[in-house]
């Protein structure tokens, strides 16, 4: 059974730093892309950045694009996003996606981007 359980989430001041884990199980994590999105109140959930299986390829949006960083750790079935120069549109519930014959999501990890 796939499972993703993420962690990581919490308030931070504009400008400030965070980092997600991912943790996965129940699959070949180093045969699968992994992604994150997010969703912010009011707003459809998007794609924030993806990783290719082997880790040599990643994706950003735009409004992330130089900020954060995704990777992936085969060895501990872990994916990770680094989030720098965090501004308060990047408020949102993060989750953890692959897909898997079928799409797989985390339960998410809530980001609160305030003073």
């Known amino acids: 059974q796939v499972q993703l359980v993420e962690s990581g989430g919490g308030l931070v001041q504009p400008g400030g730093s965070l980092r997600f884990s991912c943790a996965a199980s129940?699959?070949?994590?180093?045969?699968?892309?992994m992604r994150w999105y997010r969703q912010a109140p009011g707003k459809e959930r998007e794609l924030v950045a993806f990783i290719s299986a082997t880790g040599g390829f990643t994706n950003y949006a735009n409004s992330v694009q130089g900020r954060f960083a995704i990777s992936k750790d085969n060895g501990k079935n872990t994916v990770y996003l680094q989030m720098n120069s965090l501004k308060s549109e990047d408020t949102a519930v993060y989750y953890c996606n692959t897909l898997v014959g079928v799409n797989y999501w985390g339960k998410g990890t809530l980001v609160t981007v305030s003073s």
């Open positions: 129940g699959f070949t994590f180093s045969s699968y892309y």
